[in-house]
């Protein structure tokens, strides 16, 4: 399966502004656009990003922040184009709607990087069927619990230990004494804290 193995605080400072791709290390001193804020690679003189390139910009943000690889961002903006409504905002709905960005907005992991790893390994549950496709998409009423097994492991140990500090977004909800999530409704982007532009995507892929 193909993969970013480049260093991802790079994405940060190339799209200039934290995607939060390291969790909780982006809140800190550490995080590279706190350090570096400043394109990755020699320091040239650069010219003014055009409106092509602005839009590649926007497109790759989301890209990244989801972990997608350009093959599947183009299915789910086909399958937005399909839908009524708005297609930036239905782009925004369905790479919500993937397991390992619910896994993510549970609280079960600290980066949706991690949430892909939780799943792909077989410790997460969707509607009591052991799950291990990080993109299916969540219905309203789904729930997310743990495989039985992986209750044991020290990481959910840690994970019981520290929920309580954790919020989630409105349309899901979190039993924290079972560690099981629940799908209350579909996302809207009111709900969503995106840090690209839509409309910039779709405009991108109408050229």
């Keep these: 399966m193909a993969r970013h193995i480049e260093a991802v605080c790079r994405l940060c400072r190339r799209s200039g ?4 791709l390291k969790g909780s290390r982006c809140l800190t001193p ?3 656009i706190d350090r570096r804020n400043k394109p990755p690679g020699p320091a040239i003189k650069r010219r003014r990003v055009s409106d092509r390139g602005l839009q590649l910009r926007e497109k790759q943000k989301a890209r990244h922040t989801y972990g997608i690889l350009e093959r599947q961002f183009r299915r789910l903006f086909a399958q937005a184009e399909r839908q009524s409504g708005i297609t930036g905002d239905n782009l925004l ?21 991690q949430a892909r790893q939780l799943v792909r390994h077989g410790h997460i549950m969707l509607n009591g069927r052991r799950a291990n496709v990080p993109s ?10 743990w495989r039985k097994g992986s209750t ?7 994970l019981v ?16 004494q079972n560690l099981a999530g629940q799908v209350l409704s579909l996302p809207t982007p009111a709900d969503i804290d995106a840090k690209f532009e839509g409309k910039s995507i779709v405009e991108y892929y109408s050229r």
Excluded: H, P
């Design 17 to 20: 502004e934290k995607l939060m």
């Design 30 to 32: 550490k995080c590279a």
């Design 93 to 113: 709905v369905l790479l919500e709607r993937r397991l390992d960005n619910v896994v993510y907005r549970l609280g079960f992991a600290d980066s949706r990087a």
């Design 136 to 145: 299916i998409l969540v219905k309203e009423g789904d729930t997310i619990s």
């Design 152 to 158: 044991k492991t020290e990481y959910y140990k840690q």
């Design 161 to 176: 230990a520290s929920i309580e500090a954790k919020s989630v977004s409105s349309w899901l909800s979190l039993d924290k």
